[in-house]
Structures are given as structure tokens and as C-alpha cells.
């Protein structure tokens, strides 16, 4: 089973710029859609990025294009998102996930089955 544990949350004012990083607990040669996840309070949880560790090109939701990077280093197991120019809507609690059904298969955001334990992103004016 992968274990998921995310880093790097924190505060930042508007505009400004985090990077999450999710860590796998042990090596894997398997290959997994990886995602990152967003729930704000009151709102449904909603896919932000996910890229496939086997290559190709990531996945973005439209609120994120062209502010989130996703990327991958597989010699660390690490995976990350780099958040730039946030908007107090970023905030949110913010999920790493994983799947072995490649990114391309069906719904990109669907089926992730396993799960980091969140970390807590603040956007402030």
C-alpha cells in the first residue's frame, strides 16, 4: 500500500507563491496517476493537477491553469505543485492521491485510491 504525506503548507499573502511536495512512503516500481486534491470549508473536494509517474502531460482544472505547476522527481518519490500568483480561493485543505489507472483513463479526478492526510494552504489579503 503507498502512503502519501504531504509538505509545505503554510500562509502566504495574495499573490504570492507556495510549493506542496508529497512524499511516498517506500519505493515503488509501479506507476500511478498522482494528484493533488482541494477541499475548502463548505465546498466539495475538487481536482487541481494530477500527472502520470509513467510520462506524459499533466492534467490541470481551469481555475489553476497557467498559476499551478505539477511535476515529479522519481528519484526522490516526490511529487510537487508549485502555486503561484494565489488568490484568497486557494485556500483550502490540499490532498496528495494516487492511483495505478493511468491519468488518461476516464476521469482524471475519479477513483484515487490512496490518500495523503491533507495540509492546510492559507491565501490572505
Known amino acids: 500500500q503507498v502512503q502519501l504525506m504531504e509538505s509545505g503548507g503554510g500562509s502566504v499573502q495574495t499573490g504570492g507563491s507556495l510549493r506542496l511536495s508529497c512524499t511516498t512512503s517506500?519505493?515503488?516500481?509501479?506507476?500511478?496517476?498522482m494528484g493533488w486534491f482541494r477541499q475548502a470549508p463548505g465546498k466539495e473536494r475538487e481536482g487541481v493537477a494530477a500527472i502520470y509517474t509513467g510520462g506524459g502531460s499533466p492534467y490541470y482544472a481551469d481555475s489553476v491553469k497557467g498559476r499551478f505547476t505539477i511535476s515529479q522527481d522519481n528519484a526522490k518519490n516526490t511529487l510537487y505543485l508549485q502555486m503561484n500568483s494565489l488568490k484568497s480561493n486557494d485556500t483550502a485543505m490540499y490532498y496528495c492521491?494516487?492511483?495505478?489507472?493511468?491519468?488518461?483513463?476516464?476521469?482524471?479526478?475519479?477513483?484515487?485510491?490512496?490518500w495523503g492526510q491533507g495540509i492546510q494552504v492559507t491565501v490572505s489579503s
Open positions: 517506500e519505493y515503488t516500481e509501479n506507476t500511478y496517476c
Open positions: 492521491a494516487a492511483r495505478e489507472l493511468p491519468c488518461g483513463y476516464g476521469d482524471t479526478f475519479a477513483g484515487m485510491e490512496y
